[in-house]
């Protein structure tokens, strides 16, 4: 009986660059930044402003979720104590290639070290991408309805700017008597 997933020795570039955008944009420029472009754990975390710590269960989640997109079979931590020593563990895997893991995350560190692999083919591949969808129709058509929008907004603000009822003028200042006394 033969996986209906490709193992993720096989995982071709074209396959990460669809996951990457299927994927939600935090999590999407998180892998990007941490396993594409190969910034350091330490770079990542004082880039975004959060700690190690934090920074390595955003990694795993955003990894769970990548490799849940190319292997529904994987499965995600429990919350709490297991996150936790996934997250450690997963940034050890990253910097180590003998760091030991257990067999539940044995995928998503296969799937980071592919990737990790085929950096330079998965950029180009979201470059290619990203200039495809900002030349598509249906990107152009979204900017021009933007566009409009933005125009709507203005004309609107300047009839009611302009139509708005004249104030009253203010009124004259009082004279006071001096006190005769």
Same mark, same amino acid.
């Given at each position: 009986?033969?996986?209906?997933?490709?193992?993720?020795?096989?995982?071709?570039?074209?396959?990460? %660059?669809? #996951?990457?955008? /299927?994927?939600?944009?935090?999590?999407?420029?998180?892998?990007?930044?941490?396993?594409?472009?190969?910034?350091?754990? +330490?770079?990542? #975390?004082?880039?975004? @402003? %959060?700690?190690?710590?934090? =920074?390595?269960?955003?990694?795993?989640?955003?990894?769970? #979720?990548?490799?849940?997109?190319?292997?529904?079979?994987?499965?995600?931590?429990?919350? @709490?104590? /297991? +996150?936790?020593?996934?997250? &450690?563990?997963?940034?050890?895997?990253? $910097?180590?290639?003998?760091?030991?893991?257990?067999?539940?995350?044995?995928?998503? %560190? $296969?799937?980071?070290?592919?990737? &990790?692999?085929?950096? @330079? +083919?998965?950029?180009? @591949?979201? +470059?290619?991408?990203?200039? $495809? /969808?900002?030349?598509?129709?249906?990107?152009?058509?979204?900017?021009?309805?933007?566009?409009?929008?933005?125009?709507?907004? =203005?004309?609107?603000?300047?009839?009611?700017?302009?139509?708005?009822?004249? /104030?009253?003028?203010?009124?004259?200042?009082?004279?006071?008597?001096?006190?005769?006394g």
């Open positions: 009986m033969t996986p209906s997933e490709p193992p993720p020795s096989h995982l071709s570039p074209s396959a990460f %660059v669809v #996951a990457l955008r /299927e994927l939600e944009p935090r999590a999407a420029a998180l892998l990007t930044r941490r396993l594409v472009a190969g910034d350091a754990l +330490e770079a990542c #975390a004082r880039f975004l @402003g %959060v700690s190690e710590a934090a =920074l390595s269960v955003s990694l795993l989640r955003a990894a769970v #979720a990548l490799t849940r997109r190319l292997n529904p079979a994987a499965r995600q931590p429990a919350e @709490g104590e /297991e +996150e936790a020593a996934w997250a &450690r563990m997963l940034a050890a895997a990253l $910097e180590r290639e003998a760091a030991p893991v257990p067999a539940g995350l044995v995928p998503v %560190v $296969e799937v980071c070290r592919r990737l &990790r692999a085929v950096s @330079g +083919e998965v950029a180009t @591949g979201l +470059e290619a991408a990203t200039q $495809e /969808e900002q030349a598509s129709p249906r990107r152009r058509r979204e900017d021009w309805m933007r566009r409009l929008a933005v125009a709507a907004l =203005l004309a609107l603000t300047a009839y009611l700017y302009l139509s708005r009822p004249q /104030e009253p003028p203010p009124p004259p200042p009082r004279m006071v008597a001096p006190d005769a």
